[in-house]
């Protein structure tokens, strides 16, 4: 879910302000609090970032932002669910289980894994 703030920033790209410079100008904030306001925002999937020379440029992407955080959600809880595995993962080795027991750990986790890899490519 955006924010107020996010949502501002993103009415205020709607119109035209497409660096952190001009974003901080309009919000009386810093360039550094806009900069980090915007890679959140692309963090989150709302908005993609341009390098030209030496200046950054943010616009916003046609997806619906609450597909892009859902999505954002989605890949946190596959991340925090691998880490999970791989932390049992360890625990289980260390337990006296069959090779078929073993095999199903070792399958689960693989699969969160390739989830994880695809999910964050798209």
């Given amino acids: 879910m955006l924010t107020d703030r996010e949502k501002q920033?993103?009415?205020?790209?709607?119109?035209?302000?497409?660096?952190?410079t001009a974003l901080a100008e309009q919000l009386g904030i810093t360039q550094s609090?806009?900069?980090?306001?915007l890679q959140k925002l692309e963090k989150k999937g709302v908005l993609s970032?341009?390098?030209?020379?030496?200046?950054?440029?943010?616009?916003?992407?046609?997806?619906?932002?609450?597909?892009?955080?859902?999505?954002?959600?989605?890949?946190?809880?596959i991340r925090e669910s691998y880490n999970a595995l791989s932390?049992?993962?360890?625990?289980?080795l260390r337990l006296d289980l069959t090779q078929t027991e073993l095999s199903k750990v070792r399958e689960a986790r693989n699969l969160l894994e390739e989830?994880?890899?695809?999910?964050?490519k798209e």
């Fill in 33 to 37: 609090g806009a900069t980090q306001a």
């Fill in 115 to 120: 989830i994880l890899v695809k999910r964050t």
């Fill in 49 to 77: 970032r341009m390098k030209v020379g030496r200046n950054v440029f943010y616009k916003r992407l046609n997806e619906e932002p609450a597909k892009a955080v859902e999505r954002e959600e989605d890949l946190t809880l």
């Fill in 9 to 20: 920033i993103i009415d205020l790209l709607d119109r035209g302000v497409k660096s952190p």
């Fill in 87 to 92: 932390q049992v993962w360890s625990h289980v």
